[in-house]
């Protein structure tokens, strides 16, 4: 596994290589915008150039890097502006991947309200299929849900529902967060049944389509749907999981980011060198 960590991009996207590079990152998470915000950047043609100018001195692959959408889409809400609003925003973001050459786009599928599950999953996959008809390259990776709420996207089989409604499919895949799981019941905290789970994810999806994992605790309890994360080994889950998942064959070359909570001016530096020690 890459394993790696989300960083930040102040002060320039560009920057966030230098973060990376620092702490001796194998793959990278970014967001190429303020997370809580509507607003649609456009990149310069410097941003660009200093951005892949710097990964390539690091020593960084394309494929190291993911993009994590803003959190304010919601592409199956009950109100069709705020669809619309975030399947544009979607589409800016995949642009912007397009342009940096980052290949993955993570994003939470959204509630559907009083809609129903049936039809989240309908205007799930519609906006995604408009999402990819307007950008190049990008994959869009479906995230696991805590299922919090009505979410939708916190069992298998909504996921694969999902992404069998899309025409173009080959361009969606999904990341796989190890706290959403936890939460919305999968009992991957037991080194018996996480093999199985992730047999149960081939099985209903098919592990071909899975792109990245998120590396994170839980805080809370098996089956509570509260996303809550808590650093390696502090939280419900504990150490076992991680420890297998970070030598598991079908997840050799793939991104494993930790989104875990930090300290003030901390860094990911120790929870890598902690989970590289879990290799076998």
């Given at each position: 596994m890459k394993l790696g960590a989300h960083q930040s991009i102040s002060g320039g996207i560009h920057n966030a290589v230098t973060r990376a590079d620092r702490i001796q990152l194998s793959s990278v998470q970014i967001f190429t915008k303020?997370?809580?915000?509507?607003k649609e950047p456009e990149l310069s043609a410097k941003q660009i150039h200093d951005f892949q100018t710097a990964r390539t001195q690091a020593g960084f692959r394309a494929e190291d890097?993911?993009?994590h959408a803003s959190y304010l889409v919601n592409t199956c809400s009950e109100n069709p502006d705020t669809r619309t609003r975030a399947v544009a925003a979607l589409i800016a973001e995949a642009n912007r991947c397009d342009?940096?050459?980052?290949?993955?786009?993570?994003?939470?599928?959204?509630s559907p309200?009083?809609?129903?599950?049936?039809?989240g999953i309908s205007l799930v996959a519609l906006a995604i299929t408009q999402i990819l008809a307007a950008s190049a390259d990008v994959q869009l990776l479906i995230e696991n849900t805590a299922g919090s709420g009505k979410s939708i996207g916190h069992t298998f089989e909504q996921i694969r529902q999902i992404i069998e409604l899309v025409p173009e499919s080959d361009r969606v895949g999904v990341c796989f967060d190890t706290a959403h799981a936890f939460a919305a019941g999968y009992n991957i905290a037991e080194e018996k049944t996480a093999p199985l789970i992730f047999d149960e994810f081939d099985r209903i999806i098919g592990l071909e389509r899975l792109k990245v994992i998120h590396l994170n605790d839980s805080k809370t309890k098996l089956g509570s749907r509260v996303d809550r994360h808590e650093r390696i080994g502090r939280g419900r889950i504990g150490e076992p999981l991680f420890r297998w998942l970070v030598n598991a064959p079908f997840a050799e070359?793939?991104?494993?980011?930790?989104?875990?909570?930090l300290e003030k001016d901390e860094t990911y530096a120790a929870d890598i060198q902690r989970l590289r020690s879990f290799r076998r």
């Open positions: 303020a997370p809580q915000s509507w890097w993911v993009v342009a940096l050459n980052i290949p993955h786009l993570v994003f939470h599928p959204g309200g009083k809609q129903g599950v049936d039809v070359h793939l991104p494993g980011i930790l989104e875990t909570p």
